[in-house]
Each structure stands twice: as C-alpha cells, then as structure tokens.
C-alpha cells in the first residue's frame, strides 16, 4: 500500500516532537563487575543500579561518566564491606542510598564538580576521613554518619593543594556517635585546614541534626573563611561549633542542648541561636596567641569584631565566657542576648577585652558586665518541644537597642519587625520551629 503525502508528513512532523531513547533510562547489575561495566558504557541521563546485598570488591568501582546516577536498589540494603566507589574527572554525578561499611570508602576528588552524595550510611571506623570532599559545588544531603572510634572525622571538606573547595552544602544529615577518646582530631565536619583558613569556601551547612558527637571538643570545626552555619542541632554531645579559623562566618539559628559555640577570628556574626547549657560557656570568646593568624598559623587568633546578638542563652555559670590567652577580644560586641543562670558571674570576660555592650537582658546571677544589660526575669516559658520562648509581658518585647539590620528574621525564621525583640525569639503565638529528631534527617527522611 501506498501512503499518503498527507500521511507520510504527519509521521515526520510526530517524529520531530517525540523523542525515544536509544539507551535504557534505569539498568540494573546484581554485582560489582557488572556494576563496573554498566558505568563503563553509561551515557548522561541513566540511573544505574546495584541489587541488594553485601559487595566486596578489591579495588573501588571507578565512575568516569559524567551525567549519570550510581544508586542502590533501596536505601541501605546494598552494602560495600571492601573497595566502594571512586569518581573520576565527572560533572554532576548522583551516589545514592549505599552503605559503606568496613573497610569500603568513597571520595569526592577536585576533578569530581557538582557531584551530590544522597542517603547514604558511613559506619564504623575508616583509613581517614569517612567522606571527604575536594571539589567544588558538591552536595552533601541525608546521609547518616554513625559509630566511629577512631580517630578521624566524618565530613572533612578540603581541597587542592593551598585552595579550598567551594559552595558545599550540607543538608539533612544525622552525625551519630563518634567516641574517639584522644584529645583532638574526631570532629563531625571540618570545614577546610588551619593552612586554608584565609579561603573563602561559602560553604552552607544547615539542618543537621547532632548526637553523641564526643570525639572532639568541636563538634563542627570551621577553618576556612566566608561560611554560614545554620539551622543546626547538636544534642548530648561535648562537640561545640567552633569557628577555629578563618573570618567572616555567619552562625545563625541553630538549637544547642549541652553544648555551645566558640570562636576564633574576625568579623563573625553569631545571631538567633538558643544555647540550653546545664553547665556553662554557651558562648565562649576564644583566647588569643595571636593578634591575628597568618595563611598558616595553627596558632589561636584573637577574635576581633565578632558580634554577638539576639541569642537566648541559658546556663548555670559563666554562660558568656572567654578563654584565657595573651590578646583579649578587640572591637567585639554582646548586644540584645537572654542570659539567664544562676552564677554569680553571668558574663566573665577576659580582662582588657573592648566589647560594646548593650541591650542585654540577664537573669538568675550578677550580670558581669560594666553596662548595656538590665537585670530582669525575661519570663520565659517552655513550649510543647522544649523551647523556652517569651511569654506574653516579657520585657523582652520590642525593646532591643540598635540597628543590626542583617537581624530580619527570629530562629523560628518568622520575621522580625518594628523594634526587634531581645533574645533568639521573636514573640508570637503561633511557634514553629522544634529540634531536629532522626525523623527529620539521615538516610530515611523526607
């Protein structure tokens, strides 16, 4: 039979709307060779995937392709005991839901850009880091960390040589008991090297939930310069977030319960957070060895022009503290901070310090300030998750002192408006924000 013109160009005119693959969107291997090869001739766009069970490999899985998904059948039931994975010079590469135990690894190399590494499991202790990232634009989301005794950290982030990588974001994962018994060197996340500190990451690390994290006195340790930490929290652990180096970090809005924040450096804002200590030093002004660090001292830099603001801040000793060293705090600032406890000294800071104070509120102790602070109860009020919140009266509404005009919103993220109040919480009715729970983060949440 003869077809029509009519027909014939109706064919060619569908023909140029749909488009069928000449590949297999999602292939499936059952082993580690055939995982191998599958990757060897994947093109951009494929999801490939590897069956359930327990892989063991001798050297890791090399990934060379850019474009594609590398993802297990399910979320936490393909597990690598040896070898692992190993990414190439690759473009925008997904690893998703493996588990890496024993002695399996996986890196993120400079050569890997915008790789994002989802859902995974790092278990146990590893030969290093447990994820290290190099590369630039890399995502780091709900995946769970857990169960290291060695030293090492979980989540280091570096870089080539001198440089640091750039624009990390690292979201939604559970760091969970890390019991590393030495001194120094088990932290959750380093954020760049002593040697890097004057690099500008811009990482953002928000809505990680903390626990147990005991394998160093920082449980998020920043040394490099220019990132936000937000949104976190830390609980039942003796890791504080530390900006150990570099200037110019951002700590908003995170919920700290037994733990605190400490800082080295220049130019940090530290706003909106609520530290719940039982004990003290929810904020701590680091010592200084050194007036200010050089591109690779691992000396302590005196903290110079750090503000310090709108936080609510609950302990039983010295809740505002700071180190003992040879530099004191310069040009720093404690402004429209809830300081309740019950020490003597509510506030002990390091003689010779130049901090301006003003707009404080302090309560349940002698204020230890020359000035800037009233002593009244700032009638807190615990909500149904655990929070203390203002209460309706408290006078803390609407009285803060200054403009700091960076301060739009509260640690609930509902707007500040008008004279802002004092502490991390902006008075309303209607409260949002809650800590994280294992829920909210890790290999299985939303």
């Given amino acids: ?143 769970t960390f857990s169960n290291r005794s060695s030293e090492g950290v979980y989540l280091q982030i570096t870089g080539p040589g001198s440089e640091i990588a750039q624009r990390t974001h690292v979201h939604h994962n559970y760091f969970y008991n890390h019991s590393f018994s030495g001194a120094n060197g088990g932290e959750s996340i380093r ?111 005196r903290p110079d022009r750090v503000t310090v603001a709108f936080n609510t801040l609950v302990g039983t000793g010295a809740v505002v503290d700071s180190d003992t060293g040879t530099y004191a705090p310069k040009d720093c600032v404690l402004a429209n901070n809830i300081i309740q406890g019950s020490s003597s000294k509510l506030v002990d800071m390091m003689s010779g310090s130049t901090v301006k104070y003003e707009g404080n509120i302090v309560w349940g102790g002698t204020a230890g300030m020359p000035n800037g602070y009233r002593t009244v109860d700032p009638k807190l009020v615990r909500d149904s998750n655990g929070l203390l919140r203002l209460a309706s009266g408290s006078p803390a509404i609407d009285t803060s002192v200054g403009s700091y005009s960076y301060v739009t919103r509260d640690f609930d993220l509902q707007a500040r408006s008008g004279t802002r109040d004092v502490g991390a919480d902006e008075y309303n009715s209607s409260a949002v924000r809650k800590p994280l729970t294992k829920a909210d983060v890790g290999v299985s949440a939303p």
């Fill in 1 to 143: 039979m003869i077809r029509s013109l009519a027909a014939v160009g109706a064919a060619a005119l569908l023909s140029s709307f749909v488009h069928v693959p000449a590949f297999a969107a999602v292939v499936g291997v059952s082993s580690v060779s055939s995982l191998q090869a599958a990757i060897d001739t994947a093109r951009p766009g494929q999801r490939i995937v590897l069956a359930e069970g327990v892989h063991t490999a001798e050297r890791p899985v090399k990934i060379t392709k850019s474009g594609i998904t590398v993802a297990a059948a399910n979320v936490g039931r393909t597990v690598f005991t040896r070898g692992g994975l190993e990414l190439g010079a690759v473009r925008d590469v997904t690893i998703e839901g493996f588990v890496f135990d024993g002695t399996s690894s996986m890196t993120v190399p400079v050569e890997a850009q915008a790789t994002r590494i989802t859902r995974n499991t790092y278990n146990g202790n590893k030969d290093g880091a447990s994820l290290t990232v190099s590369a630039n634009d890399v995502e780091v989301d709900h995946n």
């Fill in 191 to 301: 954020l760049g090297y002593s040697h890097k500190q004057s690099k500008s990451a811009y990482a953002i690390i928000e809505y990680n939930l903390f626990e147990k994290a005991n394998g160093d006195p920082e449980a998020i340790s920043v040394k490099s310069s220019d990132n936000t930490i937000r949104f976190n929290t830390i609980r039942d652990s003796k890791g504080y977030i530390v900006l150990r180096h570099g200037n110019r970090t951002t700590v908003e809005g995170n919920l700290l319960f037994g733990s605190g924040i400490r800082f080295h450096g220049n130019d940090h804002k530290v706003f909106n957070n609520y530290v719940q200590n039982t004990g003290d030093r929810a904020i701590v002004f680091g010592k200084g060895s050194e007036t200010d660090s050089g591109p690779t001292s691992t000396s302590h830099d």
